[in-house]
């Protein structure tokens, strides 16, 4: 015995209560374990207190042993006898867990197999109970939509109602006014050039007897810097109002000013006759660009149109209404071709239509998309695709002054492989060199075959020699050309076709000669625009043929005491300067000089007078860096000078500077040290400070901008074999991230946009300034790193760019009209009144609502649609699940049946074997025959219980579902209704070329603006054997020319549509329509009460027009042997998250060249960026 079974016997030991044999194993143990005999001994000890305490308490209790033994029945009993009775009960209780597992397996593969065959029916069950749970939520949100709809066409009537109110207060308040005032202004007001404006004045009877009237210039604080007074009895003409250059003397740069007409009473009282118009209209550039560049008949043209704010970068905040069409280069527009809606753009997909939000949630502007549809008949040649913009609502001007256009190339060949250029040498004579180079893909074509002709004046007679019959390892041959003189070409139209074969694929390549014929055109500027006598002078110099081919200017300047000066010409990297130079000399008085062309065989080209009185400007950076001050050089020759210098970054006023200027004596100063962000081109004006700021001089320079938008493409792992993604990522200049709108587009290299193609950059930093944009060639190059890239474009800028103060002069009549049509271009054209304050106040906020409303009914319908198909589902589900039930009820009546007997007799098994064990349990001892008894009890519990729940829980389930699951009911009221309303009429052209106002009583003729007629090319007839005609090479003017060309009449694709006016339930008031109301709004509504009333009336007068719609394109991947087309991708307007990422993916083809992938943009805060990368095609 351990001491572990000895210590909790001691106490019985000690009192004499063990069995004998345990009594003598604790003796024996206690012999020889100490510690359990100490602990016996303590025992003991205990015992004798017990005992003693015992007899105190209680002395009269005695115990006496008895004097005899009492004998036990219990002792004559046979021990063996007692052992086979508690056995056998525990035999019992065994048999009784016996039956759990002999019952419980059958019993549940009953059940397996009862549940097996209900599988269907219970998945049916639970698919139903999911499709009517998914139908309750659905139901809540389109409870939460309906609401939603509710309050949004509350807001919009709420905003409407406010706007008639308005309107009505606004037009009691003029009726009340002594005058009706109609002010028109220009587009865009010049800093630092006098400004006209017009004023109508109109008095109400005799309200203006006694009173003067004055019409002025203030700030925003109200003081006022200009006033001129108007005679108020004047009534038959319109009063006009100069404001003059030296107002602006005292203008703060960035300084808000308005014009205003004001009356003074007898009492000296003031009161203003219409609400101040605001002088910085903003003007605004258009970008129009296409998928590629090159086009087959049939197929689509795909087009972007980015209208944005000179001076901010940022889109309108109004929507516009533009019409694309594509015409010949006469002008004629070709049918069918014409696209029309706003800029409201909008995605469709599974039948809904929703509006594109940008990154600030609202809806995108200033963003036309569309597409053309080439005639499968149309000849080959270049057309132009004319984009327009008619008047907007409420009287607005509209934000593109005058028509964009971009010119398509139509071909009929196959499509192309090689990219091929042609260029000359820097000087071109009788005898000159041509170089070819031939590309794929950007990488050079070696070993390509060479053949070449050239015509002069369409006749054969230039003589060719091919000196490298194939191309070099930098794809490059040289030609070489000997020219007939000036008198067996007048015009100077030399042209050079090279045709380049490889692989059996010949393809050719067609550019003009730069020579001059007979008929030269030599121009000369002077920095700051007069020659000054007797200080040193800076003259750039432009050469070209009567058809605006570039010649050479290497020459000589010599004056009565011989040469003076040499014409400085750029290196050949600065394609774009081509026929541009610069001279640097100081001329005498009264002496005259000439050019002397070393081309032209020294024939000269006289340049202007100097003059004797005058201010030479110099600006010593005409090309800066962010943030660099910009230096300008003054003499003032023929007496002392006090004189302004104003800077003007994008049209906007940058800085000032004065000077006292002492007379022949060089002064220099600094402008721009600031650290102004803004960046483009800078427009530097001096003004002579007298009676009046009177402009002296004028030049152009450029500052590279400090903020711009980074846009990069870095490939991605594809997700299908043969497929290219690329990760777009926009940053600005500081690495950020950068939410944007951009476009994409992946094109075979091809087919990809030309020399004449400019980036997003380039054409709103450089081409609003220039006077002939599309002649330009390569001009991204200008705005690179590039050492030559700068002295480019100080030529370019100071031969084209535009000097604003030339406006006020008075030139000739056909110099005039270039003026104009400049004006128009960069959005000086005369427009109508300004709009009404009340207009521009409520429309935001009406059209505001007009978007929820839309959103809430979107999701109104999408709701709506999502619960009446999920109630369909679920009734389908409801049917098949009873049928599947029933049939499951049928297979296991049978497993149902035997599994009721078999529980049947089990449970009576146990209760047998539970009451036997009660019969043969007869005087148990104590615990040990009790727990046999229990044990048969707890197995016949447990039997008893396991079956009642395996019965319970293999039982059929209850497949009652609900007969139907109801919707919450709709609100009244139709969803307001979309129908598409043919487009307003649009300006038409009289027989002088001139836009006559719209026909329409709805659409008032104020402001319509006069255009130039439209220019026909000259077309060279051909004359065999060999031609070179001008499809292959562009016209070299004709783009500007037709910039001011006015659009045809638009007309809907589907002419069958009748005229539709809005119905009663449309939101849009005329959301996106074009031209404006001839009616105030406030006149319209005189008599109507209701705002439903008032809605009804103006949508009765201003039809809808449909948003145009995005419609991206990507091309399929391409099986063997298929033709791909040459445009991959085409994604038009993608909205870039606050993080600045987005994928682009896409099959490239077997192009050879591969394909060229563009991604251009701009941000909500004004920065413009973009990015090309040349990926490869895939292999036949």
Not at 322 to 334: P, Q, W, Y
Not at 992 to 1015: D, I, N, R
């Amino acid at each position: 015995m351990r001491c572990n079974d000895c210590q909790p016997l001691l106490l019985d030991h000690l009192y004499g209560l063990l069995e004998p044999a345990q009594a003598a194993a604790v003796d024996a143990h206690l012999t020889t374990c100490a510690a359990c005999a100490a602990a016996r001994a303590a025992e003991a000890r205990a015992a004798g207190l017990f005992a003693r305490a015992a007899r105190h308490s209680f002395p009269q209790v005695r115990f006496v042993p008895p004097a005899d033994a009492v004998p036990s029945s219990l002792a004559n009993a046979s021990p063996a006898g007692a052992r086979e009775r508690v056995w056998g009960r525990w035999a019992v209780a065994a048999a009784v867990w016996a039956l759990v597992p002999a019952t419980l397996i059958p019993m549940s593969r009953v059940n397996e197999q009862a549940a097996a065959r209900r599988g269907p029916a219970d998945a049916a069950f639970a698919e139903a109970r999911r499709s009517a749970n998914i139908v309750t939520a659905v139901a809540m949100q389109q409870r939460a939509a309906e609401a939603r709809y509710a309050a949004a066409r509350g807001a919009t009537a709420d905003a409407l109602a406010a706007w008639a109110a308005a309107e009505r207060a606004a037009d009691t308040a003029a009726k009340a006014r002594p005058a009706e005032v109609t002010v028109t202004r220009p587009a865009s007001v010049q800093p630092g050039a006098p400004n006209d404006f017009v004023v109508a004045l109109r008095p109400n009877g005799e309200a203006l007897a006694g009173r003067s009237v004055a019409a002025e210039v203030r700030t925003a604080a109200g003081a006022v810097v200009y006033t001129q007074a108007l005679n108020p009895k004047d009534t038959n003409q319109e009063h006009k109002v100069r404001v003059p250059a030296d107002v602006w003397k005292g203008v703060a740069p960035g300084a808000e000013l308005v014009f205003a007409v004001s009356t003074t009473g007898p009492g000296g009282a003031r009161a203003d006759l219409l609400e101040p118009v605001r002088l910085f209209g903003p003007v605004y550039a258009t970008m129009l660009v296409t998928d590629r560049a090159a086009y087959r008949p049939g197929e689509t043209v795909r087009f972007r149109s980015l209208t944005l704010d000179r001076a901010t970068f940022l889109p309108p905040p109004h929507e516009q209404a533009l019409a694309a069409s594509l015409r010949k280069r006469d002008g004629t527009e070709i049918p069918g071709t014409t696209v029309y809606g706003t800029t409201g753009v909008v995605r469709t997909a599974g039948g809904a239509t929703t509006p594109v939000l940008g990154p600030d949630g609202r809806t995108v502007r200033g963003v036309g998309v569309g597409e053309v549809v080439l005639p499968a008949g149309l000849p080959e040649g270049e057309y132009l695709l004319t984009l327009a913009e008619v008047p907007g609502r409420g009287g607005r001007s509209p934000a593109m002054t005058a028509p964009v256009t971009r010119t398509v190339r139509v071909e009929t060949g196959a499509t192309g492989r090689f990219q091929k250029t042609i260029a000359f040498d820097a000087a071109v004579g009788p005898k000159t060199t041509a170089t070819v180079q031939v590309k794929s893909g950007g990488t050079p074509v070696a070993g390509a075959t060479v053949d070449a002709v050239a015509t002069a004046d369409g006749s054969a007679s230039v003589i060719v020699k091919v000196l490298d019959k194939k191309t070099d390892a930098a794809g490059k041959a040289r030609i070489e050309l000997v020219l007939p003189g000036p008198a067996e070409m007048p015009r100077g139209d030399a042209r050079l076709r090279v045709t380049v074969s490889q692989g059996g694929v010949a393809e050719s390549v067609a550019a003009r000669i730069p020579v001059a014929g007979k008929d030269v055109v030599v121009e000369f500027f002077p920095e700051g625009g007069t020659l000054v006598a007797g200080v040193p002078n800076r003259v750039y110099v432009r050469a070209t043929s009567v058809t605006g081919v570039p010649v050479g200017v290497r020459g000589t300047v010599t004056g009565p005491a011989g040469p003076v000066a040499k014409v400085e010409e750029p290196a050949r990297e600065a394609l774009t300067a081509r026929g541009l130079g610069v001279i640097t000399f100081t001329p005498a008085a009264g002496a005259r000089y000439a050019l002397a062309l070393d081309e032209r065989g020294g024939k000269s080209f006289e340049l202007p007078a100097a003059a004797a009185d005058g201010v030479a400007m110099t600006v010593l950076d005409p090309v800066t860096r962010p943030g660099q001050a910009v230096r300008v050089r003054l003499v003032s020759a023929g007496g002392p000078r006090n004189l302004v210098v104003g800077a003007y970054t994008r049209g906007r006023l940058s800085d000032t500077k004065a000077v006292a200027a002492k007379a022949n004596e060089p002064v220099e100063l600094t402008l721009l040290a600031g650290a102004d962000a803004r960046g483009g081109v800078v427009r530097l004006t001096v003004f002579e400070d007298g009676a009046g700021l009177r402009p002296v001089a004028e030049r152009l320079a450029f500052r590279r901008p400090a903020e711009v938008l980074k846009l990069d493409l870095k490939p991605m792992e594809a997700g299908s074999p043969g497929e290219t993604t690329l990760r777009v990522t926009a940053t600005d200049e500081k690495g950020n991230p950068a939410a944007a709108v951009v476009w994409a587009a992946a094109v075979a290299s091809a087919s990809a946009p030309g020399a004449k193609d400019r980036s997003l950059p380039t054409h709103f930093l450089l081409a609003g300034e220039v006077e002939a944009p599309d002649d330009l060639e390569h001009a991204d190059f200008l705005l690179t790193d590039h050492p030559q890239a700068a002295a480019g474009l100080d030529l370019v800028l100071a031969t084209q760019g535009w000097r604003r103060f030339a406006e006020q002069g008075t030139g000739p009549v056909a110099l005039r009209a270039k003026v104009d049509r400049l004006l128009a271009m960069t959005g000086s054209a005369p427009v109508g009144p300004e709009p009404a304050r009340v207009y521009e106040a409520h429309w935001p906020q009406y059209e505001a609502a007009v978007d929820g409303l839309q959103a809430a009914q979107a999701e109104r319908t999408a709701a709506s649609a999502n619960v009446a198909g999920l109630v369909a589902a679920y009734e389908a589900r409801r049917r098949e699940t009873a049928a599947l039930a029933a049939a499951a009820e049928e297979a296991t009546a049978g497993l149902v049946a035997a599994r009721g007997w078999v529980s049947v007799g089990a449970v009576l098994l146990a209760v047998l074997a539970a009451g036997a064990a009660v019969v043969g349990y007869v005087r148990p001892k104590g615990v040990r025959g009790l727990v046999p008894l229990c044990a048969s009890a707890a197995g016949a519990g447990l039997l008893a219980l396991t079956l009642s729940e395996m019965a319970n829980g293999s039982n059929a389930p209850d497949y009652a579902l609900a007969e139907t699951v109801t919707p919450p009911a709709a609100s009244t009221g139709a969803p307001p209704s979309m129908p598409v309303a043919p487009p307003p009429q649009v300006a038409k052209v009289n027989a002088k070329g001139q836009v006559e106002p719209p026909e329409s009583p709805f659409f008032s003729s104020v402001g319509a603006q006069k255009l130039g007629p439209k220019t026909i090319p000259d077309k060279t007839p051909p004359a065999p054997p060999v031609t070179i005609p001008d499809s292959e090479i562009a016209p070299p003017r004709p783009v500007a020319e037709m910039r001011m060309s006015p659009p045809a009449p638009a007309v809907r694709v589907n002419s069958a549509a009748a005229p539709t006016a809005a119905s009663a339930d449309d939101p849009h008031l005329g959301l996106g329509q074009a031209g404006r109301l001839a009616t105030p709004i406030a006149v319209m509504l005189a008599d109507v009460k209701q705002p439903d009333a008032a809605l009804e009336r103006m949508r009765a007068a201003v039809p809808w027009v449909p948003p145009l719609a995005v419609r991206e394109f990507a091309a399929p991947r391409p099986a063997a042997g298929d033709a791909h087309p040459d445009t991959v991708l085409w994604r038009p307007l993608i909205v870039l998250p606050t993080d600045g990422t987005t994928t682009l993916s896409f099959f490239p083809g077997p192009a050879a060249g591969g394909y060229e992938v563009v991604v251009a943009g701009h941000t909500l805060d004004g920065r413009i960026g973009t990015v090309r990368r040349v990926v490869p095609g895939t292999r036949d």
